[in-house]
C-alpha cells in the first residue's frame, strides 16, 4: 500500500472527471430533480476560506441527494458587473474588464481545485453581453409594464465610490462598499416600484421556508405599519401681514395612534417639507376639538415617511415629549378619542418603511440602461432587436462625481436615431445596479446558451422554484428581497410559473480568522486555502470546514489548526484501512453490523440536516470500529467508501478504484442502505433493583424474553442476596431496560 498522496490523488482524478461527470441533463430517466443553488461570486481575484464554505460544503449535499437518486442542478457563475469589481481594477489602474475577465480564469482554476460538483457547462457571467442582453430586455419588459419611473428625489451619494445608492446599500450611514459617510443629495434617478409589491412580499413569506430570522428581517424591513392619516387646517399666524390671503393650506400626518388625536399639542414637520418654510407663521387646527396648535421644524420627522409630518403627541409618545419639554409647548392631556370620532377625522392608510429601488449608477462597469432620451418622445425603449446595448470601450472610465456615468463622455455611443420618432437623440448614460444583474442569474443557469430568450419556459419549469438556497446572511434585506420582488414581477408578466423564486433559504456562517477575528489582511489573520490544499489536500479542506460546525446556523467559527491537522490524520486513518481488505467475505461480529448500519442512518440523516460535523463524527467512529477489525469485507469497505465520497470525493474515488468496489466512478454509484433491525444495538444492560434500590445489572441478548430476564437477574450474586429467605411479592419488567423485584 503507497502512502497517502493528496496532489497527485487529486490531480489524477480532476483529471479523468474533467467536464463530463457532473453534467446536469433537464430530465433524468427516473430521477427528481433538485435544485440546489449557491449565491455566486464576485469576481474579486482570489477565492478565499470563505468561497470554500460557500462551495465546498453545500457540495457534500449535492453529491448526497445524487448518490440518493436524484438530478442534481448545483451551478456556479460569476456576479461579474458592479462596484467591487470597478473599484478594485481602478485601484491598480486596469480596465476593468480585462481586470474581471482575469479573475474568472483564474477563479475558474481555483472553484476546480475544491473537486465541486459543478456544471461547468452552465457557467453563467453577468457582464458577458450574451448575458446582460437579457438583464436589458428583462428590464424592458418591466419599464414598459410601468414599473420604472425617473423621479428627482433626496438619494444617497457616496462621494468615494461617485455614485448613487440603494437604501439597502448604505449600513448605519456608510457605504456597504467602502465605508464611506454617505451624503443626501437630490437627483433625477430610475427608480423599480417594489412598494407596489410589498404587500405581496409579506405575505408570500408564509408559503417559503425560510428560517425565522430571515423572515422576521425582510419583514421588518418592508416594515408595514396600520395607522391612518389625518389632515389639520392651517391658519397664518395673526401677526402675518398679507392678511387676507384667503388660498387654503392644510398638512396631513401619518398616525398609528389617531386615538391619541385630543391630546395633539403641537404639529412637527420634516426639514424639506413644503410647508416648512413658512413655520413660524403657522397655527394647525385640530379637526376633532378645533384646538389652534403651534407648527414646528423638526429633525426627527423623516421627509421619507409617511407625509412627511408628524402630530405631536408628547402625552403619549417619547419624542414628542422630548421635543415639547425643550420647546416649552403645553402638554395637553386628554382622554382617548372613541373609534366613532376617530373615524369621522381619519383615513385608514397602511404605511411601508421600503422605498422603491433606485437601480440607476452613475458608474461604467455595468448594464448600460436600454433606454432613449428623445426631445419629443421623452424616455424610448431601445427596440429588442437592437439588444444588447453593448457596454462600448472607452479609455475615462473613472467615476466624475459630478453626477453623470463616465458614459457621457462617450459621444458616438451616446449619439442615436429615436428609435420611435427617428430623431437624433441620447441613450441613458447611467448603469444599472448590479443587484438587477443577480436578480435572474438562478433563471439562466436554466438555459444558459439560449439565444432566443432569457430562459426557456420548459427549462425554467423543469427546475423552478429552487428547492433549496444558500448564501450569506448580509444579503437578506437586499438581494433576497429583490429577487424575489424580480420573480414576482416576471410572474404578472406570464414570464415565469411561480410566485416565489426559492423554496427553501437557509443563511450559512462565517469562518474567522485562527484568532477569532474576521479574516482580514490588515489583521494578518487570512488563512489562503491555496496553500492549505497544497498542503494538506482539498479532501482535507473541505472535510474540516464540513467539521467546523453546524452549517445551517449562522454561527462564526474560528478556523484551527489543530483542528484541520486532525482531519488530515483521520483520512490517513481511512487510507490505511484499505490494508485490512480481504480477498473473501469476512464473518463479522454483530457489534461491527451495527455500528455500521447505525452510521449510514446516522450520516444520511445528519447530511439532510445540514449537521455535516457530527455526519463527519459518525464516519469517524466508524472507522474507529473497522480499525479493531483484523480484516474487512469488501462489501463493508464499499459501504464506508461510498458514506466518504461527498466528503472526500478524490481519497474516495481513488480508495473506490484500488480496492475494486465496484465500476465506474463512485461519484455514480448509488448511496448505501441500512436495514433498520441492524441499527438498533444487539446488546443491552438490563438494570436490576430489589425494593427499589439499584443492586445490580447485566448484559443480555436485546429483546430478552421476561421470564429470562428474571431469572437471569435472580441468579446475579449481588441481587440474590437481597432475595434469599425473602418471599418476592412482586417482579416489574421494563422490555431491555430494567428488572425490579418487591419482597414481603
Ligand atoms: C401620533 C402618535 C402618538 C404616534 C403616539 C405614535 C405614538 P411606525 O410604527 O414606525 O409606522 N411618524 C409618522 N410619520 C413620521 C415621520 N415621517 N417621521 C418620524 N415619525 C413619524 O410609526 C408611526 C408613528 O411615528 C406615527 O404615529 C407618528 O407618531 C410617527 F402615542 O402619531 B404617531
Ligand atoms: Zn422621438
Not at 463616465?406 to 420611435?420: I, T, Y
Not at 457489534?591 to 446516522?602: E, F, M, P
Not at 465506474?664 to 442502505?673: F, I, K, L, Y
Not at 441478548?701 to 429467605?725: G, T
Request: hydrophobic share 35%.
Amino acid at each position: 500500500m503507497k502512502s497517502y498522496n493528496h496532489s497527485a490523488i487529486e490531480k489524477k482524478w480532476k483529471k479523468k472527471w474533467g467536464n463530463n461527470l457532473y453534467k446536469t441533463p433537464d430530465k433524468k430517466k427516473g430521477a427528481e430533480n433538485f435544485y440546489l443553488l449557491t449565491e455566486f461570486p464576485y469576481p474579486s481575484g482570489n477565492l478565499h476560506v470563505g468561497h470554500w464554505y460557500a462551495f465546498a460544503v453545500p457540495d457534500i449535499l449535492a453529491r448526497y441527494l445524487r448518490m440518493n437518486g436524484k438530478n442534481v442542478l448545483y451551478p456556479i457563475g460569476f456576479d461579474a458587473f458592479g462596484l467591487p469589481a470597478e473599484n478594485a481594477a481602478l485601484k491598480r489602474g486596469l480596465n476593468p474588464r480585462k481586470w474581471t475577465d482575469g479573475n474568472i480564469a483564474y477563479m475558474r482554476k481555483q472553484l476546480r481545485s475544491m473537486g465541486a460538483s459543478f456544471d461547468w457547462s452552465r457557467e453563467v457571467v453577468t457582464a458577458d453581453p450574451a448575458y446582460y442582453r437579457w438583464t436589458q430586455w428583462l428590464f424592458l419588459q418591466l419599464f414598459k409594464r410601468g414599473l420604472m419611473y425617473r423621479k428627482k428625489t433626496e438619494v444617497n451619494w457616496c462621494p468615494k465610490d461617485k455614485t448613487v445608492l440603494a437604501n439597502e446599500q448604505v449600513k448605519d450611514g456608510k457605504c456597504e462598499r467602502c465605508d464611506t459617510e454617505v451624503e443626501k443629495k437630490q437627483m433625477e434617478q430610475w427608480n423599480i416600484k417594489i412598494t407596489d409589491y410589498a404587500e405581496r412580499l409579506l405575505k408570500d413569506l408564509d408559503s417559503v421556508d425560510f428560517p425565522e430570522e430571515i423572515k422576521a428581517a425582510q419583514r421588518n424591513w418592508i416594515g408595514k405599519s396600520e395607522g391612518a392619516t389625518v389632515k389639520f387646517q392651517i391658519t397664518e399666524h395673526k401677526t402675518q401681514t398679507n392678511h387676507g390671503t384667503q388660498n387654503k393650506k392644510e398638512v396631513e400626518v401619518f398616525t398609528t395612534r389617531p386615538d391619541t388625536l385630543f391630546g395633539v399639542s403641537f404639529i412637527a414637520l420634516a426639514p424639506s417639507h413644503s410647508l416648512a418654510k413658512d413655520v413660524k407663521n403657522l397655527r394647525a387646527i385640530n379637526p376633532a376639538n378645533n384646538d389652534e396648535v403651534p407648527v414646528f421644524v423638526a429633525d426627527y420627522v423623516m421627509d421619507d415617511y409617511g407625509t412627511g409630518a408628524v402630530m405631536g403627541v408628547p402625552a403619549h409618545d417619547e419624542r414628542d415629549r422630548e421635543f415639547a419639554l425643550k420647546n416649552n409647548i403645553p402638554i395637553k392631556n386628554a382622554d382617548f378619542a372613541s373609534t366613532e370620532i376617530v373615524g369621522k377625522f381619519s383615513t385608514k392608510t397602511i404605511q411601508y418603511k421600503l422605498h422603491d429601488w433606485t437601480v440607476s449608477r452613475q458608474r461604467y462597469w455595468g448594464v448600460p440602461i436600454p433606454l432613449i432620451k428623445c426631445e419629443k418622445c421623452n424616455w424610448v425603449a431601445v427596440p429588442e432587436n437592437k439588444l444588447p446595448v453593448k457596454l462600448p470601450e472607452i479609455k475615462d472610465y473613472v467615476p466624475t462625481g459630478d453626477g453623470k456615468s463616465p458614459l457621457a463622455k462617450a459621444d458616438k455611443w451616446k449619439r442615436v436615431k429615436c428609435s420611435s420618432c427617428g430623431a437624433s437623440a441620447e441613450r441613458e448614460t447611467d448603469t444599472l445596479d448590479t443587484f438587477v444583474d443577480s436578480s435572474w442569474y438562478f433563471l439562466r443557469y436554466t438555459d444558459p446558451k439560449n439565444k432566443k430568450e432569457f430562459a426557456g419556459r420548459a427549462k425554467m419549469d423543469a427546475w423552478l422554484p429552487v428547492d433549496f438556497y444558500l448564501g450569506g446572511a448580509e444579503h437578506t434585506t437586499m438581494h433576497l428581497l429583490y429577487s424575489r420582488f424580480w420573480h414576482k414581477a416576471l410572474f404578472d408578466l406570464g414570464l415565469v410559473a411561480d410566485k416565489e423564486p426559492y423554496a427553501r433559504r437557509m443563511n450559512r456562517g462565517l469562518i474567522l480568522g485562527p484568532d477569532g477575528h474576521k479574516m482580514s489582511k490588515s489583521r494578518g489573520n487570512v488563512v489562503d486555502p491555496d496553500e492549505e490544499v497544497k498542503r494538506l489536500g482539498a479532501d482535507t479542506v473541505r472535510m474540516y470546514l464540513a467539521f467546523i460546525g453546524p452549517y445551517g446556523e449562522t454561527g462564526s467559527y474560528p478556523w484551527d489548526k489543530g483542528g484541520i491537522a486532525g482531519i488530515r490524520r483521520f483520512l490517513e486513518r481511512v487510507w490505511r484501512l484499505q490494508s485490512k481488505l480481504e480477498m473473501y467475505e469476512a464473518k463479522h461480529t454483530v457489534v461491527l453490523q451495527s455500528v455500521l448500519h447505525q452510521t449510514i442512518k446516522k450520516v444520511g440523516e445528519d447530511i439532510s440536516a445540514l449537521k455535516f460535523n457530527t455526519a463527519i463524527s459518525a464516519l469517524m467512529v466508524l472507522a474507529n470500529a473497522l480499525e479493531k477489525e483484523t480484516s474487512i469485507s469488501r462489501e463493508d469497505f464499499s459501504v464506508f467508501v461510498r458514506m466518504l465520497a461527498p466528503f472526500a470525493p478524490h481519497m474516495a474515488e481513488e480508495l473506490w478504484g484500488t480496492a475494486k468496489c465496484g465500476n465506474g466512478s463512485v461519484h455514480r454509484a448509488s448511496w448505501p442502505a441500512y436495514d433498520a433491525q441492524k441499527t438498533e444495538s444487539e446488546s443491552v444492560t438490563i438494570v436490576v433493583q430489589v425494593n427499589g434500590k439499584v443492586r445490580g445489572s447485566f448484559s443480555a441478548a436485546r429483546d430478552i424474553s421476561e421470564a429470562n430476564a428474571f431469572s437471569q437477574a435472580e441468579k446475579l450474586p449481588a441481587v440474590s442476596v437481597w432475595l434469599s429467605d425473602k418471599i418476592i411479592s412482586k417482579r416489574f419488567f421494563v422490555k431491555n431496560k430494567l428488572v425490579s423485584f418487591v419482597t414481603s
